[in-house]
């Protein structure tokens, strides 16, 4: 079914979906999980130049409509990807580029599965389908240790932002970077940043991952205290279609840290045969 101008508009508005830059071919930006669309203020001038170039704030996050925000629903990712469908399909945007950070990786590959013609390639940074370590998967975090983390967001969020921002950021000798991050987790609402961070770290894709037949490109940092190499190797393994690359950066957010670098590598990306 296609949106009627009106609905376009209000869609817009929900999402607080911005376009930028000339060109053919599309890239859509989604953010990851304490972040909005401004984390990806450093890497898009890199490509306004040659592509069409839109981003949005998941629905909680950023500049969204935060009325229509629904706990209940946004318990799993989802959610999320029928929402980066909706907006696909209401804006026409077919055989586009999706560069999603962290928990977008797999939101993205959620939609990719649904709508697979949507998707000319989804170029994932640091994705994981399942955060949690198994038995038999090395997922890098232990239950209890999430269990405690949003415990510590419920009680008291300043601080969660305050001891999480540098650990995950990852690059000790530049503490603006971790003050940015923090600055970006604490512009969110403690309540539904909790009810996100459990969508993301109680997840588990595995069992999707050969349903995706869009062409995977991950990203990926080491000393990622978030997602380790042994889930970027799971994933290279399970993907029908994926390849890995890595940034010359350090941690979870290279986007802040080394922007540079991660537009080097989605261009790569785009310009990888298939």
């Known amino acids: 079914m296609q949106s009627s ?26 953010h990851g999980f304490g972040c909005d669309q401004t984390t990806w203020n450093k890497v898009i001038p890199g490509f306004k130049e040659n592509f069409r170039v839109i981003s949005f704030d998941y629905l909680g996050s950023g500049n969204s409509k935060l009325e229509d925000y629904d706990h209940k629903r946004y318990e799993t990712l989802d959610a999320y990807a029928e929402d980066l469908a909706e907006i696909c399909t209401a804006l026409k945007l077919e055989n586009i580029y999706f560069i999603g950070h962290s928990v977008s990786g797999a939101i993205g590959m959620l939609a990719s599965i649904a709508h697979p013609k949507m998707f000319k390639k989804l170029i994932t940074i640091a994705p994981s389908p399942h955060y949690l370590n198994e038995d038999d998967y090395q997922g890098g975090f232990d239950y209890q240790d999430v269990v405690e983390l949003i415990k510590m967001m419920q009680l008291n969020y300043f601080d969660w ?68 190499l042994e889930v970027i190797d799971y994933l290279a393994t399970h993907l029908p279609n994926c ?29 990888s045969s298939t």
Do not use: M, W
Request: charged letters at 20%.
């Open 5 to 30: 101008p009106h609905s376009v508009q209000e869609l817009i508005t929900k999402f607080n979906i911005t376009e930028q830059g000339r060109g053919e071919e599309i890239l859509l930006f989604a």
């Open 161 to 228: 932002a305050n001891y999480l921002a540098p650990i995950v950021i990852g690059n000790e000798d530049t503490p603006e970077y971790s003050e940015e991050l923090k600055l970006s987790f604490l512009r969110h609402d403690p309540k539904i940043s909790t009810t996100f961070a459990k969508a993301t770290f109680f997840c588990d894709l595995r069992q999707e991952l050969t349903k995706v037949s869009t062409e995977v490109c991950i990203l990926y940092c080491i000393q990622d205290i978030i997602v380790p």
């Open 243 to 271: 390849k890995t690359r890595e940034i010359e950066a350090t941690g979870h957010y290279p986007q802040i840290t080394n922007p540079c670098g991660v537009i080097s590598a989605i261009k790569c990306s785009i310009n």
